[in-house]
Protein backbone atom coordinates (compact mmCIF):
# COMPACT_ATOMS: atom_id res chain seq x y z
CA UNK A 1 0.00 0.00 0.00
CA UNK A 2 1.19 3.37 -0.48
CA UNK A 3 2.73 5.33 2.04
CA UNK A 4 0.31 8.34 4.12
CA UNK A 5 2.32 10.48 2.49
CA UNK A 6 1.95 9.58 -1.18
CA UNK A 7 -1.69 8.99 -0.79
CA UNK A 8 -1.91 13.27 0.75
CA UNK A 9 0.27 14.21 -2.33
CA UNK A 10 -2.43 12.60 -4.83
CA UNK A 11 -5.48 13.67 -3.39
CA UNK A 12 -7.79 16.00 -4.84
CA UNK A 13 -7.95 19.32 -2.66
CA UNK A 14 -10.70 21.84 -2.73
CA UNK A 15 -9.87 25.27 -2.71
CA UNK A 16 -10.22 26.41 1.44
CA UNK A 17 -13.17 29.54 -0.34
CA UNK A 18 -15.20 26.32 -1.45
CA UNK A 19 -14.67 24.74 1.68
CA UNK A 20 -15.44 28.10 3.61
CA UNK A 21 -18.40 28.35 1.63
CA UNK A 22 -19.75 25.31 2.38
CA UNK A 23 -19.91 25.78 5.96
CA UNK A 24 -21.50 29.30 5.42
CA UNK A 25 -18.59 30.87 6.35
CA UNK A 26 -18.34 34.49 4.49
CA UNK A 27 -15.11 35.13 2.17
CA UNK A 28 -14.44 38.27 4.33
CA UNK A 29 -14.38 35.99 7.57
CA UNK A 30 -11.64 33.69 6.58
CA UNK A 31 -7.93 34.60 5.57
CA UNK A 32 -6.15 32.58 3.15
CA UNK A 33 -3.03 30.76 4.16
CA UNK A 34 -2.27 29.59 0.27
CA UNK A 35 -4.98 27.66 -1.86
CA UNK A 36 -6.10 25.27 0.55
CA UNK A 37 -5.56 26.36 4.62
CA UNK A 38 -7.60 29.46 5.75
CA UNK A 39 -7.68 31.25 9.40
CA UNK A 40 -11.12 32.08 10.44
CA UNK A 41 -12.24 35.42 11.88
CA UNK A 42 -13.53 36.30 15.22
CA UNK A 43 -15.91 38.52 13.25
CA UNK A 44 -17.68 34.83 12.13
CA UNK A 45 -18.22 34.09 15.65
CA UNK A 46 -19.67 37.02 16.62
CA UNK A 47 -22.26 36.46 13.67
CA UNK A 48 -22.80 32.80 14.11
CA UNK A 49 -22.18 32.48 18.12
CA UNK A 50 -26.41 33.03 19.02
CA UNK A 51 -26.97 29.46 17.08
CA UNK A 52 -27.87 26.35 17.98
CA UNK A 53 -25.41 23.77 18.41
CA UNK A 54 -24.88 20.89 16.39
CA UNK A 55 -24.38 17.31 18.09
CA UNK A 56 -20.61 16.76 19.58
CA UNK A 57 -19.41 13.57 19.50
CA UNK A 58 -15.71 12.78 21.34
CA UNK A 59 -13.80 10.34 19.89
CA UNK A 60 -11.08 8.47 22.77
CA UNK A 61 -9.31 4.99 22.32
CA UNK A 62 -8.29 1.99 24.43
CA UNK A 63 -4.35 2.36 26.41
CA UNK A 64 -1.74 3.16 23.28
CA UNK A 65 0.91 0.28 22.27
CA UNK A 66 3.43 0.81 19.86
CA UNK A 67 0.91 -1.64 17.80
CA UNK A 68 -1.27 1.81 17.04
CA UNK A 69 -4.94 2.42 17.48
CA UNK A 70 -6.07 4.96 14.83
CA UNK A 71 -7.72 7.48 17.04
CA UNK A 72 -6.92 10.58 14.71
CA UNK A 73 -7.21 7.86 11.96
CA UNK A 74 -11.05 6.92 13.01
CA UNK A 75 -11.98 10.35 13.89
CA UNK A 76 -11.32 11.36 10.34
CA UNK A 77 -13.26 8.24 8.53
CA UNK A 78 -16.12 8.87 11.02
CA UNK A 79 -16.52 12.41 9.79
CA UNK A 80 -16.03 11.02 6.02
CA UNK A 81 -18.42 8.42 7.00
CA UNK A 82 -20.88 10.57 8.36
CA UNK A 83 -20.42 13.02 4.60
CA UNK A 84 -21.29 9.67 3.10
CA UNK A 85 -24.87 9.46 4.65
CA UNK A 86 -25.26 12.78 3.94
CA UNK A 87 -24.66 14.18 7.07
CA UNK A 88 -23.74 17.85 7.61
CA UNK A 89 -20.55 17.49 9.55
CA UNK A 90 -17.01 18.50 10.35
CA UNK A 91 -13.99 17.96 12.38
CA UNK A 92 -11.78 19.35 15.18
CA UNK A 93 -8.73 18.03 15.65
CA UNK A 94 -5.11 19.00 17.47
CA UNK A 95 -2.02 20.44 15.45
CA UNK A 96 0.85 18.18 15.55
CA UNK A 97 3.81 19.11 17.16
CA UNK A 98 7.57 19.15 15.47
CA UNK A 99 8.80 17.04 18.53
CA UNK A 100 7.08 13.64 17.53
CA UNK A 101 6.71 14.31 13.68
CA UNK A 102 10.62 14.40 13.80
CA UNK A 103 10.71 11.48 16.59
CA UNK A 104 8.85 8.60 17.11
CA UNK A 105 5.02 9.23 16.55
CA UNK A 106 2.94 8.94 13.43
CA UNK A 107 1.73 11.83 12.49
CA UNK A 108 -1.87 13.82 14.10
CA UNK A 109 -3.67 14.30 11.02
CA UNK A 110 -5.07 10.34 10.56
CA UNK A 111 -3.53 8.44 8.14
CA UNK A 112 -4.47 6.31 5.06
CA UNK A 113 -7.53 7.32 2.99
CA UNK A 114 -8.86 8.92 6.25
CA UNK A 115 -6.47 11.85 6.14
CA UNK A 116 -6.44 15.78 6.73
CA UNK A 117 -4.73 17.69 4.15
CA UNK A 118 -2.61 19.19 2.96
CA UNK A 119 -0.77 16.64 5.13
CA UNK A 120 2.77 17.70 4.79
CA UNK A 121 1.76 21.85 6.09
CA UNK A 122 -0.01 20.45 8.52
CA UNK A 123 2.59 18.09 10.66
CA UNK A 124 5.13 20.73 9.84
CA UNK A 125 4.91 24.26 10.03
CA UNK A 126 1.10 24.65 9.13
CA UNK A 127 0.18 28.25 10.09
CA UNK A 128 3.05 29.19 12.23
CA UNK A 129 0.83 28.36 15.61
CA UNK A 130 3.14 26.72 17.53
CA UNK A 131 5.74 28.45 16.53
CA UNK A 132 4.46 32.08 17.79
CA UNK A 133 3.32 30.08 21.24
CA UNK A 134 7.27 29.17 21.48
CA UNK A 135 8.00 32.82 21.01
CA UNK A 136 5.59 34.15 23.19
CA UNK A 137 6.39 31.72 25.93
CA UNK A 138 9.97 32.39 25.45
CA UNK A 139 9.40 36.58 25.55
CA UNK A 140 8.35 35.89 28.82
CA UNK A 141 11.40 34.12 30.29
CA UNK A 142 13.57 36.78 28.28
CA UNK A 143 11.13 39.44 30.33
CA UNK A 144 11.91 37.69 33.84
CA UNK A 145 15.48 37.37 33.46
CA UNK A 146 15.08 41.11 32.32
CA UNK A 147 13.63 42.17 35.13
CA UNK A 148 16.21 40.22 37.81
CA UNK A 149 19.13 42.15 35.88
CA UNK A 150 17.65 46.03 35.94
CA UNK A 151 17.42 45.68 39.12
CA UNK A 152 14.54 43.48 40.44
CA UNK A 153 11.71 45.90 41.82
CA UNK A 154 9.44 42.74 42.43
CA UNK A 155 12.17 40.89 44.26
CA UNK A 156 11.68 37.76 42.44
CA UNK A 157 13.56 35.12 44.21
CA UNK A 158 15.61 33.70 41.35
CA UNK A 159 15.62 30.65 43.16
CA UNK A 160 12.10 29.89 42.70
CA UNK A 161 11.50 30.97 39.32
CA UNK A 162 9.04 28.20 38.24
CA UNK A 163 8.68 29.68 34.67
CA UNK A 164 10.73 27.36 31.82
CA UNK A 165 11.84 28.13 28.46
CA UNK A 166 9.99 25.62 25.16
CA UNK A 167 11.09 24.81 21.86
CA UNK A 168 8.80 22.33 19.33
CA UNK A 169 11.38 19.59 19.35
CA UNK A 170 12.56 16.78 21.45
CA UNK A 171 15.34 17.98 22.70
CA UNK A 172 16.64 16.14 26.48
CA UNK A 173 19.75 17.92 26.81
CA UNK A 174 17.79 20.83 27.41
CA UNK A 175 15.60 19.67 30.15
CA UNK A 176 18.11 20.97 32.71
CA UNK A 177 19.94 23.48 32.17
CA UNK A 178 21.79 27.22 33.63
CA UNK A 179 21.37 30.23 31.97
CA UNK A 180 23.18 34.18 32.62
CA UNK A 181 26.44 32.41 32.93
CA UNK A 182 29.39 34.79 31.21
CA UNK A 183 29.80 37.30 34.37
CA UNK A 184 27.90 40.35 35.38
CA UNK A 185 26.72 41.49 32.35
CA UNK A 186 24.82 38.47 31.81
CA UNK A 187 22.60 38.82 34.72
CA UNK A 188 22.09 36.08 37.54
CA UNK A 189 23.24 32.58 36.77
CA UNK A 190 20.42 30.49 37.48
CA UNK A 191 19.03 26.64 37.21
CA UNK A 192 16.68 26.60 33.85
CA UNK A 193 15.23 24.12 31.69
CA UNK A 194 13.23 23.71 28.69
CA UNK A 195 9.70 21.96 28.03
CA UNK A 196 8.41 21.17 24.53
CA UNK A 197 5.58 23.63 23.14
CA UNK A 198 2.84 21.69 23.41
CA UNK A 199 3.72 21.37 26.88
CA UNK A 200 3.65 24.78 27.75
CA UNK A 201 0.64 26.76 29.59
CA UNK A 202 1.10 29.19 26.83
CA UNK A 203 -0.44 26.06 25.01
CA UNK A 204 -3.17 25.29 27.51
CA UNK A 205 -4.53 28.80 27.42
CA UNK A 206 -4.51 29.29 23.93
CA UNK A 207 -6.60 26.40 23.66
CA UNK A 208 -9.16 26.89 26.83
CA UNK A 209 -9.09 30.96 25.55
CA UNK A 210 -12.80 32.31 24.34
CA UNK A 211 -11.15 35.07 22.58
CA UNK A 212 -8.21 37.87 22.95
CA UNK A 213 -9.48 39.48 25.96
CA UNK A 214 -10.04 36.49 27.88
CA UNK A 215 -5.99 35.39 26.25
CA UNK A 216 -5.02 38.30 27.59
CA UNK A 217 -6.87 37.94 31.04
CA UNK A 218 -5.22 34.13 31.68
CA UNK A 219 -1.45 35.16 30.26
CA UNK A 220 -1.63 37.80 32.71
CA UNK A 221 -2.67 35.22 35.27
CA UNK A 222 0.03 33.23 34.34
CA UNK A 223 2.75 33.10 37.81
CA UNK A 224 6.41 32.70 37.15
CA UNK A 225 7.93 32.49 40.29
CA UNK A 226 7.74 33.82 43.88
CA UNK A 227 9.51 36.72 45.28
CA UNK A 228 11.47 36.42 48.53
CA UNK A 229 7.77 36.86 50.91
CA UNK A 230 6.77 33.33 48.99
CA UNK A 231 4.30 35.24 47.23
CA UNK A 232 3.31 34.89 43.74
CA UNK A 233 4.52 36.63 40.77
CA UNK A 234 2.72 36.67 37.78
CA UNK A 235 3.27 37.82 33.79
CA UNK A 236 0.97 41.02 34.63
CA UNK A 237 3.55 42.06 37.56
CA UNK A 238 5.93 42.41 34.76
CA UNK A 239 3.65 44.07 31.87
CA UNK A 240 4.21 42.16 29.15
CA UNK A 241 0.61 40.20 28.91
CA UNK A 242 -0.22 42.50 25.96
CA UNK A 243 2.82 41.63 23.89
CA UNK A 244 2.58 38.14 24.46
CA UNK A 245 -1.36 38.37 22.99
CA UNK A 246 -0.03 40.42 20.20
CA UNK A 247 1.88 37.68 19.09
CA UNK A 248 -0.56 34.98 19.68
CA UNK A 249 -3.45 37.20 18.22
CA UNK A 250 -3.17 34.99 14.63
CA UNK A 251 -2.70 32.18 16.42
CA UNK A 252 -5.74 31.93 18.60
CA UNK A 253 -8.03 31.76 15.23
CA UNK A 254 -8.88 28.44 14.53
CA UNK A 255 -7.25 26.41 11.17
CA UNK A 256 -9.92 25.64 8.48
CA UNK A 257 -8.77 22.82 6.27
CA UNK A 258 -10.36 19.26 4.65
CA UNK A 259 -10.32 15.88 4.70
CA UNK A 260 -8.85 13.77 1.96
CA UNK A 261 -12.73 13.33 0.81
CA UNK A 262 -13.34 17.26 1.54
CA UNK A 263 -15.32 17.66 5.06
CA UNK A 264 -14.34 20.66 6.31
CA UNK A 265 -12.13 20.48 9.66
CA UNK A 266 -10.57 22.66 11.80
CA UNK A 267 -7.05 22.24 12.70
CA UNK A 268 -6.27 24.01 16.01
CA UNK A 269 -4.13 23.66 19.45
CA UNK A 270 -2.16 20.61 20.16
CA UNK A 271 -1.27 20.32 23.93
CA UNK A 272 -0.08 16.71 24.78
CA UNK A 273 -2.60 14.75 26.58
CA UNK A 274 0.17 12.74 29.22
CA UNK A 275 1.58 16.06 30.18
CA UNK A 276 -1.31 18.94 29.28
CA UNK A 277 -4.92 18.08 28.86
CA UNK A 278 -4.83 16.70 24.98
CA UNK A 279 -7.81 18.53 23.23
CA UNK A 280 -7.75 21.09 20.59
CA UNK A 281 -9.05 24.27 21.05
CA UNK A 282 -12.28 25.35 22.39
CA UNK A 283 -12.78 27.78 19.90
CA UNK A 284 -12.24 25.49 17.19
CA UNK A 285 -15.01 23.14 19.14
CA UNK A 286 -17.45 25.73 19.70
CA UNK A 287 -17.80 26.88 16.30
CA UNK A 288 -17.83 23.79 14.62
CA UNK A 289 -20.49 23.40 16.35
CA UNK A 290 -22.29 26.20 15.14
CA UNK A 291 -21.71 25.56 11.80
CA UNK A 292 -22.14 22.11 11.36
CA UNK A 293 -24.68 19.19 12.58
CA UNK A 294 -22.51 17.05 13.53
CA UNK A 295 -18.39 17.82 15.47
CA UNK A 296 -16.64 14.97 15.71
CA UNK A 297 -13.59 15.77 17.83
CA UNK A 298 -11.00 14.07 20.02
CA UNK A 299 -8.58 13.78 22.65
CA UNK A 300 -5.15 12.45 23.01
CA UNK A 301 -4.33 9.00 24.18
CA UNK A 302 -6.61 6.61 25.67
CA UNK A 303 -9.78 7.71 27.57
CA UNK A 304 -8.07 7.52 31.03
CA UNK A 305 -5.95 10.74 29.51
CA UNK A 306 -7.00 12.78 27.08
CA UNK A 307 -11.17 11.54 27.40
CA UNK A 308 -10.84 12.43 31.43
CA UNK A 309 -9.22 15.85 30.87
CA UNK A 310 -11.88 16.84 27.93
CA UNK A 311 -14.83 15.88 29.52
CA UNK A 312 -13.54 17.35 33.25
CA UNK A 313 -11.59 20.52 32.07
CA UNK A 314 -12.35 21.22 28.76
CA UNK A 315 -16.21 20.94 28.79
CA UNK A 316 -16.34 22.35 32.30
CA UNK A 317 -14.65 25.81 30.99
CA UNK A 318 -16.00 25.63 27.67
CA UNK A 319 -19.86 24.43 28.83
CA UNK A 320 -19.68 21.49 26.57
CA UNK A 321 -22.35 19.13 25.84
CA UNK A 322 -20.73 15.61 24.41
CA UNK A 323 -23.90 13.42 22.79
CA UNK A 324 -21.87 10.59 22.61
CA UNK A 325 -18.18 8.64 23.01
CA UNK A 326 -16.52 6.60 20.18
CA UNK A 327 -13.47 4.47 22.08
CA UNK A 328 -11.36 3.13 19.43
CA UNK A 329 -10.10 -0.31 19.45
CA UNK A 330 -7.93 -2.44 17.62
CA UNK A 331 -7.15 -6.27 17.34
CA UNK A 332 -3.38 -5.76 17.45
CA UNK A 333 -3.15 -3.83 20.41
CA UNK A 334 -5.45 -5.62 22.74
CA UNK A 335 -3.54 -8.91 21.79
CA UNK A 336 -0.29 -6.80 22.98
CA UNK A 337 -2.57 -6.02 26.22
CA UNK A 338 -3.14 -9.69 26.32
CA UNK A 339 0.32 -10.13 26.28
CA UNK A 340 1.84 -10.58 23.17
CA UNK A 341 5.27 -9.16 22.02
CA UNK A 342 4.92 -6.74 18.97
CA UNK A 343 6.77 -9.24 16.73
CA UNK A 344 3.81 -11.96 17.08
CA UNK A 345 0.77 -9.54 15.99
CA UNK A 346 0.52 -11.05 13.33
CA UNK A 347 -0.13 -14.60 14.51
CA UNK A 348 -3.69 -15.47 15.05
CA UNK A 349 -4.31 -15.28 19.02
CA UNK A 350 -7.99 -15.43 20.10
CA UNK A 351 -6.92 -16.25 23.60
CA UNK A 352 -4.71 -13.13 23.88
CA UNK A 353 -7.27 -11.35 22.41
CA UNK A 354 -9.76 -12.34 25.09
CA UNK A 355 -7.47 -11.30 27.51
CA UNK A 356 -6.89 -8.00 26.32
CA UNK A 357 -10.39 -6.75 26.33
CA UNK A 358 -10.45 -6.29 29.85
CA UNK A 359 -8.30 -3.56 28.67
CA UNK A 360 -11.21 -2.03 26.73
CA UNK A 361 -13.52 -2.97 29.22
CA UNK A 362 -12.35 -0.20 31.50
CA UNK A 363 -12.00 2.64 29.37
CA UNK A 364 -15.96 1.81 27.91
CA UNK A 365 -16.54 1.76 31.89
CA UNK A 366 -14.99 5.19 32.55
CA UNK A 367 -16.66 6.70 29.65
CA UNK A 368 -19.92 5.69 30.76
CA UNK A 369 -19.53 7.18 34.19
CA UNK A 370 -19.64 10.70 32.85
CA UNK A 371 -22.95 9.52 31.43
CA UNK A 372 -22.41 9.63 27.93
CA UNK A 373 -23.63 7.26 25.53
CA UNK A 374 -20.34 4.76 23.90
CA UNK A 375 -19.50 3.27 20.86
CA UNK A 376 -16.72 0.82 20.23
CA UNK A 377 -14.95 1.20 16.82
CA UNK A 378 -13.35 -2.07 15.80
CA UNK A 379 -10.69 -0.33 13.49
CA UNK A 380 -9.44 -3.16 11.52
CA UNK A 381 -5.96 -3.91 10.33
CA UNK A 382 -5.22 -6.33 7.13
CA UNK A 383 -3.25 -8.64 9.41
CA UNK A 384 -6.39 -9.08 11.86
CA UNK A 385 -8.45 -12.64 11.24
CA UNK A 386 -11.97 -13.22 10.21
CA UNK A 387 -12.14 -15.22 13.57
CA UNK A 388 -10.67 -12.22 15.64
CA UNK A 389 -13.09 -9.67 13.72
CA UNK A 390 -15.75 -11.85 15.07
CA UNK A 391 -14.50 -12.96 18.64
CA UNK A 392 -13.83 -9.20 19.80
CA UNK A 393 -17.61 -7.95 18.22
CA UNK A 394 -19.07 -10.85 19.76
CA UNK A 395 -17.01 -10.24 23.17
CA UNK A 396 -17.98 -6.49 22.85
CA UNK A 397 -21.83 -7.28 21.86
CA UNK A 398 -21.92 -9.84 24.93
CA UNK A 399 -21.28 -6.75 27.17
CA UNK A 400 -24.05 -5.04 25.48
CA UNK A 401 -21.54 -2.15 24.06
CA UNK A 402 -22.17 -0.83 20.88
CA UNK A 403 -19.92 -1.90 18.48
CA UNK A 404 -18.84 -1.06 14.37
CA UNK A 405 -16.55 -2.59 12.10
CA UNK A 406 -14.37 0.59 10.75
CA UNK A 407 -12.36 0.31 7.76
CA UNK A 408 -11.96 3.64 7.12
CA UNK A 409 -7.66 3.48 6.36
CA UNK A 410 -8.22 1.61 3.48
CA UNK A 411 -11.67 2.17 2.21
CA UNK A 412 -12.10 6.03 3.58
CA UNK A 413 -15.79 6.98 4.26
CA UNK A 414 -17.18 4.36 2.31
CA UNK A 415 -15.18 2.05 5.33
CA UNK A 416 -16.51 4.60 8.06
CA UNK A 417 -20.32 4.29 6.77
CA UNK A 418 -21.53 1.03 9.44
CA UNK A 419 -19.15 3.21 12.28
CA UNK A 420 -21.36 6.85 10.96
CA UNK A 421 -24.90 4.90 11.13
CA UNK A 422 -24.31 3.45 14.52
CA UNK A 423 -23.19 6.52 16.17
CA UNK A 424 -26.45 8.68 14.25
CA UNK A 425 -28.58 5.74 15.95
CA UNK A 426 -27.39 6.04 19.08
CA UNK A 427 -27.19 10.21 19.29
CA UNK A 428 -31.29 9.67 17.75
CA UNK A 429 -32.14 6.95 20.43
CA UNK A 430 -30.07 7.77 23.33
CA UNK A 431 -29.72 10.71 25.92
CA UNK A 432 -26.51 11.54 26.76
CA UNK A 433 -26.39 12.61 30.55
CA UNK A 434 -22.71 14.11 31.21
CA UNK A 435 -21.41 15.46 33.94
CA UNK A 436 -17.78 15.69 35.40
CA UNK A 437 -16.70 13.46 37.83
CA UNK A 438 -15.88 15.65 40.71
CA UNK A 439 -16.33 18.95 42.13
CA UNK A 440 -13.47 21.38 40.60
CA UNK A 441 -14.21 23.13 44.84
CA UNK A 442 -12.98 19.81 46.46
CA UNK A 443 -9.59 19.68 47.61
CA UNK A 444 -7.02 19.11 45.27
CA UNK A 445 -6.27 15.36 47.16
CA UNK A 446 -9.80 14.70 46.85
CA UNK A 447 -9.73 14.96 42.88
CA UNK A 448 -6.97 13.41 42.32
CA UNK A 449 -7.75 10.37 44.46
CA UNK A 450 -11.43 10.50 42.78
CA UNK A 451 -9.72 10.42 38.95
CA UNK A 452 -6.85 8.01 39.79
CA UNK A 453 -9.71 5.62 41.62
CA UNK A 454 -12.46 5.89 39.72
CA UNK A 455 -10.66 6.53 36.09
CA UNK A 456 -7.33 4.48 36.76
CA UNK A 457 -8.58 2.22 38.53
CA UNK A 458 -6.25 2.31 41.27
CA UNK A 459 -6.47 1.48 45.03
CA UNK A 460 -5.57 4.48 46.25
CA UNK A 461 -2.73 7.68 45.75
CA UNK A 462 0.51 9.05 47.64
CA UNK A 463 2.04 12.10 47.97
CA UNK A 464 5.63 12.57 48.07
CA UNK A 465 6.61 15.37 50.47
CA UNK A 466 7.82 17.24 47.89
CA UNK A 467 4.14 17.05 46.72
CA UNK A 468 2.45 17.78 50.21
CA UNK A 469 4.27 20.72 49.92
CA UNK A 470 2.89 22.19 46.59
CA UNK A 471 -0.50 21.53 47.92
CA UNK A 472 0.10 23.69 50.64
CA UNK A 473 1.54 25.90 48.56
CA UNK A 474 -1.36 26.42 46.05
CA UNK A 475 -3.81 26.60 48.72
CA UNK A 476 -2.37 28.92 50.14
CA UNK A 477 -2.15 30.90 46.80
CA UNK A 478 -6.07 29.64 45.70
CA UNK A 479 -5.48 27.79 43.29
CA UNK A 480 -6.34 25.28 45.47
CA UNK A 481 -10.54 25.08 44.25
CA UNK A 482 -9.53 24.39 40.21
CA UNK A 483 -9.72 21.34 38.01
CA UNK A 484 -6.89 19.02 38.04
CA UNK A 485 -4.36 18.26 35.41
CA UNK A 486 -2.89 14.81 35.82
CA UNK A 487 0.21 14.15 33.91
CA UNK A 488 0.85 10.37 33.65
CA UNK A 489 2.11 7.36 31.08
CA UNK A 490 -0.24 6.95 28.66
CA UNK A 491 1.04 2.96 28.46
CA UNK A 492 -0.90 2.10 31.13
CA UNK A 493 -3.70 2.42 32.78
CA UNK A 494 -1.57 2.92 36.07
CA UNK A 495 1.44 5.14 36.60
CA UNK A 496 4.16 2.46 35.78
CA UNK A 497 4.05 1.80 31.45
CA UNK A 498 5.13 -1.86 31.86
CA UNK A 499 1.13 -2.96 33.55
CA UNK A 500 -0.65 -3.26 30.90
CA UNK A 501 -4.21 -4.61 30.09
CA UNK A 502 -6.43 -4.30 33.01
CA UNK A 503 -4.22 -3.51 36.21
CA UNK A 504 -5.26 -3.65 39.46
CA UNK A 505 -3.88 -3.73 43.29
CA UNK A 506 -1.75 -0.29 41.96
CA UNK A 507 -1.48 2.92 43.43
CA UNK A 508 -0.57 5.57 42.08
CA UNK A 509 2.29 8.30 42.68
CA UNK A 510 2.35 12.32 42.76
CA UNK A 511 5.78 13.21 42.99
CA UNK A 512 4.60 17.33 42.35
CA UNK A 513 2.29 19.68 41.85
CA UNK A 514 2.53 23.10 39.20
CA UNK A 515 -0.08 25.85 39.57
CA UNK A 516 -1.21 27.00 35.90
CA UNK A 517 -2.71 29.99 37.10
CA UNK A 518 -3.25 31.28 33.22
CA UNK A 519 -4.88 27.73 32.37
CA UNK A 520 -6.83 27.97 35.19
CA UNK A 521 -5.71 24.32 36.57
CA UNK A 522 -3.31 22.04 38.72
CA UNK A 523 -1.22 20.14 37.22
CA UNK A 524 -0.26 17.07 39.26
CA UNK A 525 2.76 14.77 37.95
CA UNK A 526 2.97 11.12 38.72
CA UNK A 527 5.92 8.61 37.74
CA UNK A 528 8.43 9.67 35.61
CA UNK A 529 6.61 12.11 33.18
CA UNK A 530 8.07 14.73 31.65
CA UNK A 531 7.51 17.42 29.91
CA UNK A 532 10.62 17.55 27.75
CA UNK A 533 10.66 14.08 25.23
CA UNK A 534 14.10 12.88 23.95
CA UNK A 535 14.93 10.87 20.19
CA UNK A 536 14.50 7.41 19.72
CA UNK A 537 18.12 5.48 19.08
CA UNK A 538 16.50 6.01 15.17
CA UNK A 539 14.48 9.32 15.09
CA UNK A 540 11.54 10.04 11.87
CA UNK A 541 14.18 12.10 11.32
CA UNK A 542 16.50 10.16 9.69
CA UNK A 543 13.91 9.08 7.17
CA UNK A 544 12.45 12.44 6.08
CA UNK A 545 13.97 14.43 3.16
CA UNK A 546 12.81 16.20 0.22
CA UNK A 547 14.02 16.01 -3.46
CA UNK A 548 15.14 18.92 -6.31
CA UNK A 549 11.48 19.44 -6.85
CA UNK A 550 10.35 20.52 -3.58
CA UNK A 551 8.65 16.85 -2.89
CA UNK A 552 8.86 15.85 0.66
CA UNK A 553 9.29 11.84 1.27
CA UNK A 554 9.74 10.04 4.39
CA UNK A 555 7.15 11.88 6.37
CA UNK A 556 4.77 8.95 7.49
Given at each position: ?18 IAEEVGLKEEETEYYGDYKAKVSFDAWKRIKDRPDGKLVLVTAITPTP ?490
Amino acid sequence: MKSDIQIAQEAKMTHIKEIAEEVGLKEEETEYYGDYKAKVSFDAWKRIKDRPDGKLVLVTAITPTPAGEGKSTTTVGLAQGLKKINKNVMVALREPSLGPSFGVKGGAAGGGYAQIIPMEDINLHFTGDLHAMTTANNLLSAAIDNHVHQGNDLDIDVRRITWRRAMDLNERALRHINVNLGGIANGFPREDGFDITVASEIMAILCLATDIKDLKERLGDIIIGYNRKREPVRCKDLNVQGSLAVLLKDAIKPNLVQTIENVPAFVHGGPFANIAHGCNSVMATQMSQKLADYTITEAGFGADLGAEKFFNIKCRFANLKPDATVVVATIRALKMHGGVSKDNLKEENIEALKKGFANLEKHMENVKKFGTPAVVAVNRFPTDTEEEVECLIQLCKDKGYRVALSEVFFKAGEGGKELAETVVEVLENEESNFKPIYDEKSPIKEKIETIAKEVYGADGVDFTPAAERNIRELERVGMDKTPVCMAKTQYSLSDDPSLLGWPKGFRITVRKLNPSAGAKFVVALTGDVMTMPGLPKKPAAEEIDIDDDGNITGLF
